[in-house]
């Protein structure tokens, strides 16, 4: 199954093995079944792997760990808490801009497509990397959390210093075994409308981030994202 994986290359040294594990190659199966059913998928099949294409492992300067894709129409796009260009702003993502400007003083563009963070070494990564059309966490439970969690330990294994920003709940028991003498493990309510003024806002998570990574004699990341994008 690995060779039929597009994988960028330094995630694929790592996580090859995965891909012929039992479980991956039940969600291949469930996934191809899915789809012979007629049921939609997001996002693309080319697209699910998206954040790791776009942020390989030597670069990971930052995680940012979501749930589940969007399950509306043309909004994932394999970034966590990311749409593409033209699709309206989620609403935890509007939070999330509120925070960015609270913080650091930006305004952040009308637009909510991250690519340009992951392309700077932010992993905009989902605990599931797939969802049915209109069917929110449909695809918990088939695999997928098993193998992000490969993922994050590869990150906590392989590489220092990293900024892991963990909010909500859900976000905090993926990342429990991070270790936090080794990386920078920062935690906050969700971003939800239902949680974020429960200690989202406030957070100071961007601007921290930018300080760690700073005081190791690394580039921080520019949180102001261009006005327009290609997706």
């Known amino acids: 199954m690995a060779s ?11 996580l090859a093995p995965e891909f012929e594990q039992p479980y991956m190659l039940a969600l291949k199966t469930f996934l191809r ?6 049921k939609v998928i997001f996002p693309p099949g080319k697209e699910m792997f998206n954040a790791l294409n776009h942020t390989p492992l030597d670069k990971v300067k930052v995680v ?4 589940d894709p969007y399950h509306g129409d043309d909004q994932a796009h394999g970034l966590c808490f990311s749409v593409r260009p033209g699709v309206p702003l989620p609403p935890s993502l ?14 952040m563009p009308a637009h909510g497509c991250l690519t340009a963070w992951a392309d700077q070494g932010v992993l905009l990564l989902n605990s599931v990397l797939s969802v049915e059309r209109g069917r929110a966490a449909s695809h918990q439970g088939q695999g997928w959390e098993q193998f992000t969690d490969r993922v994050i330990e590869a990150i ?8 892991f920003m963990l909010w909500g709940a859900y976000a905090q028991r993926k990342g429990a075994h991070i270790d936090g003498q080794k990386h ?3 935690k906050a309510p969700h971003p939800s409308p239902l949680s974020a003024h429960r200690g989202f806002f406030g957070c100071g998570h ?3 981030a930018n300080e760690y990574l700073q005081s190791r004699g690394e580039v921080p990341i520019e949180w102001r994202l261009p006005d327009q994008v290609n997706d």
Request: some cysteine; hydrophobic content about 40%; glycine content about 6%.
């Open 156 to 163: 906590n294994a392989h590489r220092e210093g990293v900024v």
């Open 64 to 67: 940012i760990l979501g749930q």
């Open 206 to 208: 961007f601007a921290a």
């Open 94 to 107: 509007v939070n999330i801009y509120k925070e960015i400007r609270q913080e650091l003083d930006i305004e």
């Open 184 to 186: 920078c493990v920062l």
């Open 33 to 38: 079944q899915e789809k012979s059913a007629g």
């Open 4 to 14: 039929e994986i597009q994988l960028e290359e330094s995630w694929l040294r790592k």
